[in-house]
C-alpha cells in the first residue's frame, strides 16, 4: 500500500491550473502551426499566425492564454494500492483548483447554482470524474474547459439503423452548428456508446488525448482522419471568417452499448484544448 | 490590406462607414459588459430607470477578464461569444449603442436593429486574450463589483484589432467570407 498525502494532491493540482491556462500543450500548438503552414487563405492564415502570437504572448508574460480559464475538469486514475492519507481526496482536488485560480490570477467562472447563478468566488467545485485502476499511483488529468465550445456541443440518441453515416453526419452537422461560435480552429471530441450519460464523458475524454495520437483502433482511427477532411471542407476557418482550418484534430473514444442504443456526443473545443497530465 | 484608424465613442455616421470585412484599429474608451451585466442594464431600463454609463455613441465589449496581476492594467481579456449578449442588445442600439465587439453570431433581430438606427458588430480573434490585454491602456471599475470578471469596467484602448463583421447594412462576413473562400478552392 503507497500513500499520498492530499497535501501532494494540493500542492500538484494547484500548479497544474496555472500551467494548463498559461501554456498550451505542445501537441495542439503544433497542430495550430502545421495548419498554418498549409492554410492557403490569407485571411486564414492571418488569423492563425495570431494564435501562435497569443500562445507566445501568454507564455512570455505567465498569463492565461484565454480569459475563459474554464470549468476545472480533473480527471483522477486513483491506483487500487494507494492509501490518500491526511483528509478527503475530493477536497483536496478543489482546494487545489483554488489555491491555483487565485495565485495563478484565473478567472474564477462557476456559478454555485445554475438558476441563481451566483458566483462561488474561487472557481469551485471542480468537476471530478475518477477512475480506479491497477497500480500505485495517482494520475491527475486537468483539462480547464471554456464555455464558448462547450455550449455549442450536441449529443443524441440514435437507433442502431443511423449506423455509422449517422453518427459521421451528427459530427460534422453539430461543427456546421456551431459555425463561428466555439472559436475555430476547434478539436472536435466524440464519444460513441455507452449510454446518455457515459457517451458525454466519453467525448469530454477524447479532448483529454493529444491531438496526434489517433484512436488505438484502426476504424476510428480512419474515421478520426475522414471526419478532420470533412470538416476541413466546410470552409469555416478560423474565427469563421472562412479558410481551410475548421477543426485541428478529430478524437474519438468508443465503448459497448446496449442492442437498442446508438449514443453520440460531440464535446467541441476552442483552439485552446487544455490538458496537463501527471503521477503521483 | 487597407487597415482603418476609428475611434470610440463612434457616432452613427462613422458607424455607417465601416463595411463588413473592413480590418480596424480602434483606439478610444470602451465599456465591458456580459451576460449578467445586460441582465442588470435591462432590468434597470424596464424599471424606467438610468443607466450607470452613456450607451450614446458607446461601443460595449462582451469580454470577462482575468484578474490583473500585479503592476499589469488588466489580466487576459479576450471575447466571449455574442448570440447570448442578442436578447439585450437591440434595447441598447436603439438608446444609442453604435458598437459591439465579441465573437460568433448574431440573431436576426439584431441585425434588424443595427440596420435600423446604424450600428456595428466588430470580431476580436476569440482566445487571443493575452495578445489583446496589450492593446488595454488603462482600466477602471465603474459598477456591479459584486459581479467580479462581469462587471462593468471602462477600458481605454489602443489600436485594437478588429474585423467588422456586420455592418449597418447588415451584410455578413460569417457568410461571406466562407462563400468566397469555398468558391476559390472550386476554381
Redesign the interface.
Known sequence: MKEITTASIIEKVRGMCIEANNLLPQDVSGRIRACFEEET?A??KD?LG??L??VD??RE?????????GLACVFLELGQEVHIVGGNLYEAVHEGVRQGYKEG?????VVADPLR?K?T?DNTPALITTDIVPGDKLTITVGPKGA?SE?MSRLAMFPPAKGEKGVKDFVVETVQLA?????PPIVVGVGIGGNFDKVALLAKKALMRSTEARNSDEYYAAMEIELLERINK????P??????TTALAVNIEACPTHIACLPVAVNIN???TRHVKAAL | MEIKRITAPITREAAKSLRSGDSVLLSGEIYTARDAAHGRLVELLDKGEKLPIDIKDTVIYYVGPTPAKPGEVIGSAGPTTSYRMDAYAPRLIELGMTGMIGKGKRSGEVIESMKKHGAVYLGAIGGAAALIAKCVTACELVCYEDLGSEAIRKLTVKDFPLTVVIDSLGVNLYETGVKEYLASVKN
Request: positive net charge; aromatic residues 6%.
Open positions: 487563405w485571411p486564414a488569423t495570431k494564435l502570437e497569443n504572448a501568454a508574460k505567465g498569463v492565461p492564454i484565454c480569459q475563459d480559464t490570477y484565473l478567472r474564477k467562472s447563478r458566483n468566488g464558448g455550449n459555425g463561428p461560435n466555439p472559436c466546410l470552409g469555416i476557418g474565427q469563421g471568417f472562412g479558410g481551410r476552442c483552439h485552446v
